[in-house]
């Protein structure tokens, strides 16, 4: 019965308030999963290229190639924030 209540109480505006805020932490935890998901796509089609043309050293695996696609990433935000 309370909340009903208080339901009735709080403004359009504050309800509309609330739905954008829970839209944004949704949306930003997508814009994070798909990050970290098109990451690995990318570091395995790169592993795949090196092997297929026989450019990757002997001695290495994929695990050699993330550390190379994370001094990349690295590499670029250090970029776009020395450019702001």
Known sequence: MEFENF??????????????R??????????VI???????VFTTIL???FVFLKKLPENWNYFHIILVTI???LLGSLL???LR
């Open 7 to 20: 339901r009735d109480k709080i403004s359009d505006s504050a309800r509309k308030s609330f739905y954008f």
């Open 80 to 82: 776009k924030l020395l």
């Open 34 to 40: 798909g990050y970290i998901i098109m990451y690995f």
């Open 47 to 49: 592993y795949f290229v």
């Open 22 to 31: 829970q839209k944004e932490k949704g949306e930003k935890f997508g814009k």
């Open 71 to 73: 001094f990349i990433t």
